[in-house]
């Protein structure tokens, strides 16, 4: 009985929401689940640590959201992880290859590494998405002009 309502729901166009434990799972209609919902709220209060998980369970959950591995990379990033942003960042991009928020950040991190070369690669792909006027290419281009200007470090001497 159970399995006909559902796929009478399914034919009809309407939208399932799958229950596991206390958490939504995505529903058809693009709609975030609530590890999601709690692990964007999460990084928005600069709680990197406490989105981290609620982020991996969101991907458990959707493990083809551009956005959440976007996510998970930027708080590992905050938190120095350098190794784990870079990975989410390019999962992200797999899923998404024009998610403008993963093109930019991974771009800052490129920076962060020192590696401008790839920052500018990034830059030249935002640059392509929003022709160079959106929120994130200014912000990746500032980035990438501030390490280009800041002086070489001076080598050190002995003491």
Excluded: F, W
Excluded at 3 to 23: F, H, T
Excluded at 50 to 68: F, G, M, S
Excluded at 116 to 137: D, F, I, S, T
């Amino acid at each position: 009985m159970r399995s006909k309502l559902l796929a009478a729901l399914l034919m009809a166009g309407g939208v399932v929401v799958a229950m596991s434990g206390a958490q939504a799972m995505m529903s058809n209609d693009g709609e975030k689940s609530r590890a999601y919902l709690d692990g964007e709220r999460a990084v928005k209060a600069k709680e990197y640590s406490k989105a981290i998980p609620l982020l991996e369970r969101a991907v458990n959950e959707n493990p083809r959201d551009a956005n959440t591995y976007n996510l998970l990379g930027y708080s590992n990033r905050k938190l120095g992880n350098t190794q784990n942003a870079l990975v989410y960042y390019q999962r992200a991009l797999q899923y998404d290859a024009d998610h403008k928020g993963a093109n930019e950040y991974l771009g800052q991190l490129y920076v962060e590494m020192n590696d401008l070369p790839k920052a500018e690669e990034r830059l030249v792909k935002l640059g392509q998405l929003c022709r160079m006027n959106c929120e994130e290419y200014r912000d990746l281009k500032a980035s990438i002009d501030k390490a280009k200007a800041a002086p070489a470090a001076a080598p050190r001497t002995g003491s």
